[in-house]
């Protein structure tokens, strides 16, 4: 019932209270600051904002309230508002939504634990967007800052052509070849290579995902990350044409017999400074936010009397759908955090 409601509210008010922002991520702060209220907003000015353009009961929805609402929405749907029959349309939405929250309240509906648990979700995602994501912003970056992170971390952008492939490690010769035979022999199969890999693949390593042995460069560019992948196996896979291709050979390694199949391609990487200086910034970006939450939260923890009985879990049982992993089944509470959106100058709703 409570979500049906739910869906209701926001379906109805639609775009009036969940509109997208522009393409920059939110209005741009004027040059000289804040606009006080004796600025024109919207073409209106503060007089014309504050009359009332609906009354409903005892509370109004002012002429400044419906153009801040319509402000909100991304150019595309601001666009479809030039008409009054369209936007009366809007308005029709927003008394509708403030109609539907009233009954609600009426029938107790805001004391409902689950609509309490929903508005402090809301609560703390503001409190935390205003205190930390708009407090810290893309220029706190430094050229120095981005520069120091390129030369540490270079092979994040200087990277050797690479290719990903599958294998099939079989330690008999005689069992590797019939395999290899009845794959060669359905070219087409996308699906026999995968399940032949699932059931006959003898690498404890790549058996779980299908003989997958990701991507990987040539052996002489090689690196730790990619994993002990013998020469032989870079090689064969390196010289197979077609993505999806099998080499139609054994290949021999100190481990066994592998079956090559070619499963993808990547181009050498090599971005420059200037190419990377973005992407940088914003990763900096969110890991200095992300280190603040946590000092933050620390301390709220270090201050607040908290009594945790850890040994309770136990009594906790979560049912498992048959067929279905555990680690699957078991929801990941919500973070309070808000999705990092950096902008240059980003500002408060009015």
Known sequence: MLVSLSLALFGLAGFAITGCGD????????????????????GLTAEQAGEALVKIGDDTITVGEFADRLAEQSPYLR???????????????????????????????DEHPEVLRSAKQVMIQQMMREEFEE????????????????????????KPQQVRASHILIKNRAVAQRTLNAILA??????????????RNED????????????????????????????PVREAAFSIEQIGGVYPELVQSDAGYHIIKLTGRRAALNRTLEEARRPIQNRLWRERREARVQEFIQGLREDAE????????????????????????????PSPVPTPTPTKAPTKAP
């Open 23 to 42: 393409d920059d991520g939110g209005a741009q702060t004027p040059e000289n600051g804040d606009e006080t209220e004796s600025e024109a907003r919207h």
């Open 79 to 109: 666009a479809r508002f030039n008409s009054p029959e369209r936007r009366r349309e809007f308005l029709d939405n927003m008394v509708r939504f403030e109609l539907l929250a009233k009954e609600a309240e009426r029938a107790g509906y």
């Open 135 to 158: 407090a810290i912003q893309l220029s706190d970056i430094t050229d120095e800052e981005i520069r120091a992170y390129y030369e540490d971390n270079r092979q994040e952008f200087q």
């Open 186 to 199: 359905k070219p087409t199969d996308v699906n026999f290579f995968r399940q032949t890999a699932e059931t």
């Open 204 to 231: 404890p390593v790549t058996r779980d995902r299908f003989g997958d042995l990701r991507f990987f460069a040539r052996p002489e560019e090689a690196s730790e990350e990619e994993g002990d992948i013998p020469d």
């Open 306 to 333: 908290i009594e945790e009985h850890f040994d309770l879990l136990e009594e906790v049982r979560v049912q498992v759908p048959e067929g279905d992993s555990p680690a699957a089944a078991v929801p990941t509470p």
